[in-house]
């Protein structure tokens, strides 16, 4: 999908957050995602890191931001917040976002972008289909990729995964 608007320097400065949560997930021996949410004044409210290495898959940041914001805002609050997250979400995070009413995705790397990397590295794909937000929840506004940001999330997949990137 493509962005809905354009990226700001705001928007790169709490993505850089996201792909800094990305690396240590990844340095903590976890699969290399984090997400933020951040309310409409600018404040980062919430942040995460997978946490998926322990066994239990559910464990995206962007699963928890929902669940977070679901205990902590009120629905009002929810709507005007955005998430930032490393790659955007899959189709359970999807749900579970727009489940609780949260506002705009904006995402470093698009699904699109982390498939074709696995695609050319020869990884199977996930048991889930991965597709992209809007394909999941239609009435969420999303923005990205960032091309700033694309190769640095692309070397750590690639490390995760121990592809030697030339």
């Given at each position: 999908?493509?962005?809905?608007?354009?990226?700001?320097?705001?928007?790169?400065?709490?993505?850089?957050?996201?792909?800094?949560?990305?690396?240590?997930?990844?340095?903590?021996?976890d699969?290399?995602?984090?997400?933020?949410?951040?309310?409409?004044?600018?404040v980062?409210?919430?942040?995460?890191?997978?946490?998926v290495?322990?066994?239990d898959?559910?464990?995206?940041?962007?699963?928890?931001?929902?669940?977070?914001?679901?205990?902590?805002?009120?629905?009002?609050?929810r709507?005007?917040?955005?998430?930032?997250?490393?790659?955007?979400?899959?189709p359970?995070c999807?749900?579970?976002?727009a489940?609780v009413?949260?506002g705009?995705?904006?995402y470093?790397?698009?699904?699109?972008?982390?498939?074709?990397?696995?695609?050319?590295w020869?990884i199977?794909?996930?048991?889930?289909?991965?597709?992209?937000?809007?394909?999941?929840?239609?009435?969420?506004?999303?923005?990205?990729?960032?091309?700033?940001?694309?190769?640095?999330?692309?070397?750590?997949?690639?490390?995760l995964?121990?592809?030697?990137?030339?």
């Amino acid at each position: 999908m493509t962005a809905s608007r354009t990226l700001t320097e705001e928007d790169t400065r709490f993505l850089t957050r996201c792909v800094d949560l990305a690396e240590e997930a990844l340095d903590l021996g976890d699969e290399p995602f984090g997400s933020i949410l951040v309310d409409a004044e600018g404040v980062v409210r919430f942040e995460d890191r997978n946490r998926v290495a322990g066994g239990d898959h559910t464990r995206h940041p962007e699963f928890e931001i929902a669940r977070w914001a679901a205990e902590n805002m009120s629905p009002e609050e929810r709507a005007i917040a955005t998430v930032y997250t490393s790659g955007e979400h899959c189709p359970m995070c999807s749900a579970a976002h727009a489940w609780v009413g949260l506002g705009p995705i904006v995402y470093a790397t698009s699904t699109d972008q982390l498939s074709g990397w696995y695609l050319e590295w020869g990884i199977a794909a996930g048991p889930v289909l991965p597709l992209p937000v809007q394909s999941v929840a239609p009435g969420i506004r999303v923005a990205g990729p960032s091309p700033e940001l694309s190769d640095r999330v692309r070397a750590l997949h690639a490390r995760l995964r121990g592809v030697a990137e030339a």
